[in-house]
């Protein structure tokens, strides 16, 4: 580890939190409802959307048709670019004259890019055409993650309202989400991206003559308009395979910087909108505070096994830390602290190789996506998921003190907690059940193309990442077959919306309750013991996934050896 690489660390999270507060100004103008700088230009289109569609923007929902009316609109959304791909052969805009993708590798992708997965199973520039890319997959990087701000707006009000029947307008959330926030500013960011060497174009490709003579074709497309809101809406999936290690999504070290910073933006913001919008900002900041603490704990521990490097290297001789899978132009320090930028955020854009990580360094990846997406969390998904944890984080506080426990002047009674365990639980049932099918079904052994405890690991880490609606994957996985194509969209629809669905009931659920002012019994939940106990609850029930996968692997690796297969 160096001196460098902890000023760049530093000044990450200094730059983030310098900018929660007016993020998240700008962000509960748009909970609210009210107009902004934007609107005097913007409010026509707005107006526009709502007429065309028949929507009257001022009846609210209540939390059952909020729900309805989003899944409703997400399977739209997924039948629409399943079409998209299959017919791409016959539409425009496919200079290099890409096929339809198979019925098992749309699905995947549909499903994927819907649920604000973006797990790729393919690589972009060898796969899909440019109509493809914008109107099929770009689409969903921005409804999927104003999907996401939604949610998270109708739990706030849940929270802050009392005695009320609805929790907001779910087509009035997503079209100012995406209007106000998320295209204004992915605009002026591709135009940033674009500056600094990435490609903007219709054109399918460029032949060039080397250095050495030889000639060689550098695929091209629309890039900088899908890398601005791929990191900003913490999608994840990249116009090349290559992702964010590759020159033309992320050329250089400014570049680098500004896609981690733009990953976190929005999720910060959102901690501080929740505490304005409960009437008291602190109960944001503390929220920020333990989320932040994991990530820090998170960092340190990947970036110090990737400085120490691999011990079986440092026996022949060659020391220095592990630069396998990394870009020279990065590092270890930047390559760290991307991969646990992009897991603690449910993102899954890489700039190094994840599979070629140091064994603890690539274990806090996969573990962060364990703790549920909550360390930092996708754009709405984190603060949604983390308020899951506090509802279970405040029973135990009045279990322990012997109350009915309170957050945020709620009572928090059975129907929330069984709610939230229904929603977190998920998570472990689903990662650790498709593992164990996947780990011992012929179809699911023959993907991993690393045996013995690596290879479990890749198929853990792709329904970890799956499930958690991540997105980046210990890449030794041959995931484009019918058997993984399937299994994963599965586990990422499951994964999305049995998490949404209870958690927009307990949204209704406090919604509908009355005010309970704080008493000198009250559990406090802005301090240093409540931000304690957030940290530890979010570690003891993450822990529910990552112990028992630790004894996953030699059960599999035993079955399989039983069937005479070698894992």
Known sequence: MTIQGWILILVFIGILLALTKPVGLWLFALYEGRRTPLHTVLGPIEAGFYKLAGIDPSVEQSWRRYAVHMLIFNAVLLAFTYAILRLQGLLPLNPLGYPGASGHLAFNTATSFTTNTNWQSYGGESTLSNFSQMVGLTIHNFLSAATGISLAFALFRGFARRQASTIGNFWADVTRVTLYVLLPICFAYAIVLIANGVPQTLAGSVDLTTLEGVKQTLALGPVASQEAIKMLGTNGGGFFNANSAHPFENPNAFTNLLQMLSIFLICFGLTWTFGKAVGNTR?????????????????????????????????????????????????????????????????GAVNA???????????????????????????????????????????????MVGRTPEYVGKKIEGREVKLAVLAIAVLPLIILGFTAISSVLEQGLAG???????????????????????????????????????????AMWIGRFFIIVPMLAIAGSLAAKKYTPETAGSFPTTG????????????????????????????????????????
């Open 283 to 347: 109960q944001g900041w503390a929220i920020l505070s333990a989320m932040v603490i994991l990530f820090l704990a998170g960092v340190t521990v990947t970036y110090w096994q990737e400085a120490a490097g691999n011990p079986v290297l440092h026996g022949l001789g060659v020391s220095g830390g592990n630069m396998e899978g990394k870009e020279v132009r990065f590092g270890i320090a930047a390559s760290s602290l991307f991969s646990v930028i992009t897991t603690a955020a449910s993102c």
């Open 528 to 567: 240093p013991l409540w931000i304690g106990l957030l940290v530890g609850i979010v570690l003891i029930v993450g822990g529910l996934t990552f112990l028992p996968s630790l004894a996953l692997g030699p059960i599999a690796d035993h079955l399989a050896m039983i069937r005479g297969q070698l894992f």
């Open 353 to 399: 190789m994840h599979d070629s990580f140091t064994a603890l360094g690539g274990l806090i990846p996969l573990f962060n996506i364990q703790l549920g997406e909550v360390v930092i969390g996708g754009v709405g998904a984190g603060i949604y998921g983390f308020l899951l944890f506090a509802i279970l984080a405040v029973f135990v506080a009045g279990l």
């Open 448 to 490: 991993p193309l690393n045996k013995g405890p690596h290879g479990f690991s890749e198929i853990l880490y792709a329904f970890t990442s799956a499930v958690g609606n991540n997105g980046s994957a210990f890449a030794g996985l041959t995931a484009n077959t019918p058997y993984y194509n399937a299994m994963l969209g599965i």
